[in-house]
């Protein structure tokens, strides 16, 4: 890129003959590019087309050029055949699209998402977006629990016996208890037998295996969407660029609303504010003053640690006071009725103790908001934590022991769960966001209106997902409910967002966001549900009399049992061989666990060179920034010191010149000529400094050259002439006007080079030169004039105000530089 000239106010042509050059460049550009777009396949065009950083009208732009083009070179070579394929890519092309845009359209929810993000931004649409994704993992687990389990159960008649004792009273929607106990809802009413038929059926196989798988698949399908969502959204940050990604990163394209525009602008406006009062803050704070603030953390979760604590241990003795050992049919309303006291305690401690967490914030004084959200969702992810690891720990020790048919009455604990749980979220959209909008909105106009907490009901789906994951085993139909659950959930959140909830007032990282709540839904709460049904399947004893597993020691004894039945198949050793050796091997679980911590420990590796790279490359970006600017310093000092000594030599010209017309001798070692070849050579110097600082390819040195060669046939001029004296000074000798036209040539070979136009050196150089031309031309008609009288120096001083003028011009474009 060429430099561009230091006066392109002076020169009008100029400037318009550069403007046109850059039109020109630009021109070219685009044809370069239409013709490399052109020698590409029609899917490369259109992939590049997209990958081009400009606008859409740009892009269509350059596509029509490309098409264009395309047609007029090779319209004369096209055949009918080569038209015919072409025209059938661009319709099988086009059809593609038509269904890519169908298959959005049918998309669940599609439009709505689009509404919410449009409005509310990407923080708000992660919700919702893990609420479909969870909608997907329980229509998956209905699917093959109806498909592996049920169905089959129903197609061979083997459908469980009611009594007539038990007859349905509608409380069992809430309780579960009674009527749905003796219905394929729960683990007790599936048979153990093999069902025979057109194909043998192992049922005991079928509900081991299928429990097994979906939890495997799930398990699968949250580390690779956890990795692919790391890998994607979660960006290396450190506290030094969170001002810069504020400014440059933080908004949010999905936005469309133009309140919610207009809102964002102003919301990164303060928060930039409250960054740097907040850095400056921090910088002046005292050793007492950070002491007491980290007092303050620990206290608060010390607090928060004990409560959630207190919270899991109130659960426990309530489930003591609550179960009785008596037979469920026997139960009344008021007995079936009781049996939601554990649950509604629950969902209550769910809902009231994290207001309690909220209010900690009052008093940490959190230095962003992201902070601020994690310290609330690790305090309630430890609160339920706390109340599921109690419920489940009386659940696998206490509830065994006090019923023959234990599992049924987990299921039924479960299911309780499950549907209080989900009549809490309707309360606490209807006053947690409805009345708050109302008190904010008519009665206290400074509360405004309430934002969606997105990390709050993220934590609830994630904790009924929780419920569902750890009920599968209990009751393999629980996934039903837990669809109609978030498919109801889904439309009362949408609802109450649109209706009573504004935009958030700061703008968190929606990806990383995303990314935490995916890490969350894994650990702890999948690892945790898997945990238990493993424990379940391994160590526990499944009760005698009802369920798949009934007489069998564990329900992984089914396995056993299996492998003896192939042992008997001749050539199935193999599969005896692998059972015994490496399932049942600690050592091979031993060896997997070492590869997989050997991989995470190469990939963690990985990670921390990568980051070490990325601080390194910083580094040296910063260290090059200051190299830049001290050359830059020392040039314009050099160039400075150049310019001085130029000057300098001329004003020793003058002086001699005055010398000679006054008629004072000169000594004969100091000479016009040795001055004035000196001044050239500091102007030469100079002048290569310059370039030599402004150093930029492609661009072709200013002609110092023809000055060089013009001073030297001045030099050559003037020692042939060895009279100095007043007459000759003030006459017209023909040694000067051999001289100036030397300058003359010089400088019209200087106006001929056309790649000089745009540099400031040569521009500046024909200014100084026509100044001295000038200058001459005066001093020779001021002779002419008055030959008797001593000549006054009005040309020296006019040069020497040329120089003056460039040293400034060349000081004002290096500032500007």
């Keep these: 890129m060429r430099r561009m000239s230091m006066f392109p106010d002076a020169d009008p042509a100029h400037a318009a003959f550069t403007e046109d050059a850059i039109k020109s460049e630009m021109e070219n550009e685009e044809q370069n590019l239409v013709k490399e777009l052109v020698a590409l396949s029609t899917t490369d065009q259109i992939r590049k087309i997209r990958e081009l950083p400009m606008s859409f009208k740009e892009k269509k732009h350059v596509r029509t050029q490309v098409m264009e083009f395309k047609s007029s070179k090779q319209s004369h070579q096209f055949t009918r055949l080569s038209d015919c394929s072409r025209n059938m890519s661009l319709s099988i092309r086009r059809f593609g699209y038509s269904i890519k845009s169908a298959r959005q359209t049918l998309e669940l929810w599609h439009g709505i998402m689009k509404e919410i993000g449009g409005k509310f931004g990407s923080s708000v649409l992660n919700y919702f977006v893990l609420l479909k994704w969870l909608l997907m993992f329980n229509i998956f687990s209905c699917l093959i629990n109806f498909g592996f389990i049920t169905i089959p159960l129903l197609v061979y008649g083997h459908t469980p016996n009611i009594t007539s004792k038990v007859g349905f009273r509608g409380l069992e929607l809430l309780t ?252 606490g959209s209807f006053f947690g966001e409805f009345l708050r909008n109302v008190i904010g909105t008519t009665l206290q106009p400074r509360l405004g209106v309430p934002e969606f907490d997105v990390a709050r009901n993220v934590l609830e789906i994630i904790y009924a997902q929780t419920l569902a994951w750890i009920g599968i085993y209990f009751s393999p139909l629980l996934p039903v409910i837990q669809i109609l659950k978030f498919f109801i959930l889904f439309y009362i959140k949408k609802v109450s967002l649109t209706r009573n909830c504004q935009p958030s007032q700061r703008s968190g990282r929606a990806a990383q966001m995303k990314t935490i709540f995916i890490f969350l839904l894994f650990f702890p709460f999948f690892v945790g549900a898997l945990s238990i049904v493993a424990y379940t399947a391994w160590s526990l004893t499944p009760s005698e009399q009802c369920g798949p597993f009934r007489g069998l020691n564990s329900t992984f004894s089914v396995i056993g049992e299996w492998i003896d039945e192939v042992d008997k198949i001749p050539g199935s050793e193999w599969v005896v061989w692998i059972y015994q050796n490496v399932i049942r091997s600690e050592i091979f679980y031993f060896l997997v666990t070492l590869i997989i911590l050997v991989i995470i420990y190469i990939f963690w590796q990985l990670t921390q060179g990568r980051k070490e790279l990325i601080i390194l490359l910083s580094q040296q970006i910063v260290n090059h920034t200051k190299q830049r600017s001290a050359e830059h310093s020392n040039g314009r000092q050099s160039h400075s010191n150049a310019v001085v000594q130029v000057l300098l030599a001329r004003q020793q010209v003058e002086e001699e010149e005055r010398r000679s017309a006054s008629g004072v001798p000169v000594p004969s070692d100091i000479s016009t000529s040795d001055a004035m070849m000196q001044a050239m050579l500091a102007r030469q110097k100079a002048e290569r400094q310059d370039e030599k600082f402004y150093e930029i390819p492609n661009e072709h040195p200013p002609s110092l050259d023809a000055v060089a060669l013009s001073m030297a046939a001045r030099q050559r001029a003037e020692e042939e002439d060895e009279y100095w004296s007043i007459t000759d000074f003030n006459q017209s000798n023909p040694v000067n006007r051999f001289g100036m036209q030397a300058r003359q040539r010089a400088e019209g070979n200087r106006e001929d080079e056309p790649n000089d136009a745009l540099s400031p050196v040569s521009s500046v150089m024909t200014q100084v030169m026509q100044a001295r031309q000038r200058a001459e031309e005066e001093e020779r008609g001021q002779s002419t004039r008055a030959p008797g009288q001593n000549p006054a120096p009005s040309g020296s001083s006019a040069l020497i105000q040329a120089m003056l003028a460039r040293q400034q011009a060349q000081n004002e474009y290096d500032d500007g530089y």
């Design 176 to 427: 579960g208890a009674g009527y749905f106990n003796y219905t394929i809802m729960y683990y007790g009413s599936y048979s153990n037998e093999t069902l025979y038929g057109l194909v043998d059926y192992n049922m005991q196989l079928a509900y081991f295996f299928t429990i097994a798988v979906y939890m495997v698949l799930c398990g699968i399908v949250l580390i690779f969407s956890m990795a692919s969502s790391f890998k994607k959204n979660f960006a290396l940050a450190n506290p030094a660029s969170n001002n810069a990604w504020q400014l440059l990163c933080s908004w949010d394209f999905s936005i469309t609303n133009e309140r919610a525009v207009n809102q964002r602008k102003n919301n990164l406006r303060v928060q930039l504010k409250e960054s740097l009062s907040e850095k400056a803050h921090r910088e002046r704070q005292t050793v007492s003053e950070k002491l007491k603030h980290y007092g303050i953390y620990i206290g608060s979760w010390l607090l928060s640690t004990s409560l959630a604590v207190g919270c899991g241990v109130s659960i426990f003795y309530l489930c003591q006071y609550e179960d009785k050992a008596v037979d469920t049919e026997t139960w009344s309303l008021l007995q079936e009725a009781e049996t939601l006291l554990v649950p509604f305690v629950v969902s209550l401690m769910n809902m009231v103790i994290p207001l309690f967490f909220s209010l900690f914030n009052k008093f940490e004084h959190f230095s962003n908001q992201r902070k601020q959200i994690y310290a609330m969702l690790f305090r309630n992810v430890i609160l339920r934590m706390s109340i599921l690891g109690v419920l489940c720990y009386y659940w696998m020790y206490m509830v065994p022991q006090k019923f023959t048919c234990w599992e049924p009455m987990v299921g039924q604990a479960l299911y309780r769960l499950v549907i209080v749980d989900f009549i809490f979220l309707m309360l």
